[in-house]
């Protein structure tokens, strides 16, 4: 992940220090790197086979002092280990300035408990990169009761400079938001093959070809007013009395339908829909299912 975010920032104009261990590890990161590079190049992002300016944007060290001199924004993307993690950003808390951004890249831990020997809680924040980070564009950034706006800013405004989506999560949640729905449909899927329903391919099959094709469309709560709340309610229902509590409709869903907020059918549910929207939506819909039946059909191929 290191070498992936060093990349961005790189391809963004920005001078990069890159630390690690030993020389022989940052050796292995810089050859990732230009394999990234080369990727890249070969996807028409980067027009420069062999980038070396880019490259010469990003400085190897071992020295920890040396790599955060003059830094904006300090980045850890290290082992995802809490011990750890803490013992560094008490290392950087002294060694770094207070106007200087300390990030995590943490995909589970809360960050204040990260930032529990720093003094400069203020300063410490999360910004957690999706993989491969030179392609995916989102970054959760999760801020704490201790963050200043000033410093939530100023890392939202670097993101909007290097072209990326930044989602601000604002209360402080293990795992934030991506990783907490990747888990929760993955546990659901490993106890859906655990009691013999279908076997693990097919369950992938099943992603594939149904959910995969509308989540790149569509978010849960879109899906939930096109399909309509009070269909939604009753499924939630009927799994919960067969398959458990974990399913059980929350109040928010119950209050919607009971105020007659059915979704785009009574133009109003999570979202308010006006004009006509639907036929907008079902366009984009199906140019975009097509895109992505296509798209598979070459990599099955």
């Known amino acids: 992940m290191g070498s992936g975010i060093a990349v961005v920032y790189s391809m963004a104009g920005y001078q990069v220090s890159l630390v690690d261990v030993s020389d022989e590890v940052l050796k292995k990161s810089l050859a990732n790197i230009s394999d990234i590079l080369r990727e890249l190049y070969r996807l028409g992002v980067t027009k420069d086979e062999n980038s070396d300016e880019l490259l010469a944007r990003i400085k190897p060290t071992t020295s920890l002092e040396e790599a955060v001199t003059g830094a904006e924004i300090v980045t850890e993307a290290v082992s995802e280990s809490l011990g750890l993690k803490i013992d560094l950003f008490e290392k950087l808390d002294t060694l770094c300035s207070k106007d200087v951004v300390l990030a995590s890249n943490t995909s589970s831990f809360k960050i204040s408990e990260i930032a529990q020997k720093v003094r400069n809680k203020e300063r410490v924040i999360g910004t957690h990169w999706w993989n491969p980070p030179y392609l995916m564009p989102l970054v959760e950034i999760f ?74 469309m569509f978010g849960p709560f879109l899906i939930a007013d096109l399909g309509g709340l009070d269909v939604f309610l009753n499924i939630h229902e009927y799994l919960a009395k067969k398959l458990g509590e974990r399913f059980a409709p929350s109040k928010t869903l119950r209050d919607l339908v009971e105020k007659g907020y059915l979704g785009i059918k009574s133009s109003r549910g999570f979202y308010h829909y006006t004009g006509d929207y639907l036929r907008k939506v079902v366009k984009k819909r199906n140019d975009t299912v097509v895109e992505i039946l296509r798209l598979q059909q070459r990599v099955d191929d």
Do not use: M, W
């Open 143 to 216: 801020r704490t009761q201790y963050n200043h706006d000033h410093f939530v800013k100023k890392v939202a405004d670097l993101f909007t400079n290097v072209l990326k989506k930044e989602v601000i999560v604002c209360n402080e949640s293990p795992g934030g938001v991506g990783v907490r729905l990747q888990a929760a449909l993955f546990a659901e899927a490993l106890r859906i093959c655990e009691e013999d329903v279908v076997s693990p391919s097919d369950l992938d099959k099943v992603i594939k070809l149904s959910l995969g094709l509308r989540y790149p």
